[in-house]
């Protein structure tokens, strides 16, 4: 088939543009897309000197970025997830003398498919660790509803009356929540809390305690563990088992 030499349109321009910046060939394009080679390395140049792959001419108001500004943008979000788009517009005010709203910036990274949105607060979860949470329910998978009835389920958390200090927000696509990179591990409060602790089995729970301080490992001994875990395990007796996690008092 032989390449056609005709009027690009801004989408094809672009799917050559990054065909190329992909380290695909000109030639490979060229067979690929079914467009003249001579066509391909004059838009390459054009790009390769101006950063942009020039548009038709349309009506209404001209773009203010050229996609090479907006990857900057892109490239930026992502590696400063927890950049505001006040910082990623003085950013790019430094490195191209472009200055955009923040509107425009949030329109530039929502195009490229990334959100402003709330971190996920939980423990960060390493292979190591998803791994083992795997194996240990593949292995128990087949428990009896009586053995379940042993087995006491225990956590806590921090609860404030103020709100978290930081609402800090991070740049992400869509589906990403639960990444690594996309998690925080704690809220920052602006004021103390209280700390809850309570335990659940299939036919029970503890009381709630409460505690307004920092949890040792010897308080939570005396405090949690003796008067409230140790009875439930009186009542159970040997086949009692107690379902800690990996806070650094237990």
Known sequence: MIAQRRQLDMFTKERIVGMLESSRSQTEVSRILNVDQSVISRLWQRFQRTGDAPQQPVSGR???TTPRQDRYLVISARRQRSSTAKTL???LIVATGIRISRQTVYRRLNRASMYARRPAVCIRLTSAHKRARLNWSLKHQHWSVRKWANVMFNDESRFSLSSDSRR?????ERGTRFEPRNITERH???SKGVMVWAGIMMDGRT??????GSVTAQRYKDEVLEPYVRLFRGAVRPDFIFMD???PCH
């Open 168 to 172: 800090v927000t991070i740049w992400r």
């Open 207 to 212: 009381d709630h305690f409460f505690d307004t």
């Open 188 to 190: 920052h409060f602006p």
């Open 245 to 247: 996690d990996n806070a």
């Open 89 to 91: 517009g003085s950013a």
């Open 62 to 64: 001209p773009r203010v």
